[in-house]
């Protein structure tokens, strides 16, 4: 049971394009003892099907932006190429404090992306 609800909280985040594989490694590793590597793996299994799914979506919706992903689809794959056999070559525990130093990087990002659009609105509204 614990394993479906995982894959519904994580495919519904994947689907509004917020990085449910993200959450879903976090979930693995640290609350089912799922390891690093593993876990990681499960992700890119688990990510083809619910990558197709979001895109097939995004395209009727028109959110996708056709020209900049012809662009970034060869790159794309030879970086995943590169990043797939670096991970193989990585410790367990290393890779894990890598994938936590990057979420948290994620997380200020945000943070901080959201308190200057803050700053910018109010800004915006007192000029008015």
Do not use: C
Not at 79 to 97: C, D, F, Q
């Amino acid at each position: 049971m614990e394993l479906i609800l995982v894959g519904i909280i994580s495919g519904i985040i994947t689907g509004l394009g917020m990085g449910g594989g993200s959450i879903l490694i976090l979930i693995l590793v640290t609350f089912m003892s799922v390891s690093q590597h593993v876990a990681q793996a499960t992700n890119l299994i688990f990510f083809i099907p619910t990558a197709i799914i979001a895109i097939i979506v995004h395209v009727k919706n028109q959110n996708i932006d056709k020209k900049v992903g012809r662009k970034l689809l060869f790159t794309t794959i030879i970086g995943s190429a590169v990043g797939a056999y670096l991970t193989s070559k990585i410790e367990a525990e290393n890779l894990k404090r890598y994938f936590g130093f990057f979420l948290l990087a994620v997380g200020i990002y945000e943070i901080i992306t959201t308190i200057k659009e803050h700053i910018k609105e109010k800004k915006e509204e007192k000029e008015k």
